[in-house]
């Protein structure tokens, strides 16, 4: 089956523990960006890949690190999570081009104490 | 600063109505407007896109309607159903792969 896979998909942690959520899809796509959806704000763009070894910052790039090493995989490290990273956590990939669709992963709810 | 502002908020419509929801854009290299459908507990899912040569875009039940010069651009749901219930965003690409979304919308339709 097609599909975007996250984990984990609930985190509790706490402030300055060093945090990976990791996003895996299996569709062979070149794009994949991680997202964070906050009450009134939408969906935010955190950062994104237009292929392997290639990561380019959204709007909201602060405080999250990524890497694309391998095609398939796109992880999101939170090197020092703090209490403004608490947020629900999406994961897409998609064919960037003419009629390029992203598909989203399930998302993964974060709490930052 | 926030680049596509949607509106309403939130909508709420008697089952065959027709729901409206509006974005507005400030940057003009934005190359491709797609809709997410999101329900709740869920990931958001591709509804439809349109590209700015193309002033109208049908998919079923969805239409979008695109005004190039006033850099706006509308959703519209013919014949909404309880089922359309979730929340919607509009969203705008620019070249280049970085992708902005507006608040977000949510509808509700009523038996």
């Known amino acids: 089956e097609a599909q975007v896979t996250q984990n984990p998909r609930y985190l509790i942690t706490v402030t300055g523990k060093k945090l990976t959520v990791t996003c895996s899809q299996n569709?062979?796509?070149?794009?994949m960006s991680w997202y964070r959806q906050d009450p009134g704000l939408g969906l935010r763009q955190i950062y994104y890949s237009m292929n392997v070894e290639v990561t380019d910052k959204g709007d909201v790039p602060e405080g999250y690190k990524v890497s694309r090493k391998e095609k398939r995989n796109f992880p999101l490290i939170l090197e020092s999570p703090s209490p403004n990273q608490t947020s629900l956590y999406f994961c897409a990939s998609g064919h960037y081009g003419v009629t390029d669709t992203q598909y989203f992963g399930p998302g993964t709810r974060l709490t930052v104490l | 600063q926030q680049q596509v502002k949607q509106s309403p908020q939130s909508l709420i419509v008697q089952k065959g109505g027709i729901p409206i929801i509006n974005c507005a854009y400030e940057n003009t290299a934005f190359d491709y407007f797609p809709w997410y459908q999101q329900f709740p507990g869920k990931g958001p899912a591709l509804l439809i896109a349109?590209?700015?040569?193309?002033s109208e875009k049908k998919e079923g039940r969805f239409t979008i309607s695109f005004n190039k010069s006033a850099k706006q651009f509308s959703l519209h749901i013919m014949d909404s159903q309880p089922g359309d219930s979730a929340t919607y965003f509009c969203a705008a690409r620019k070249r280049g792969g970085k992708l902005i979304f507006g608040q977000g919308t949510e509808l509700s339709v009523k038996p």
């Open positions: 569709m062979n796509h070149e794009y």
């Open positions: 349109i590209r700015p040569d193309v």
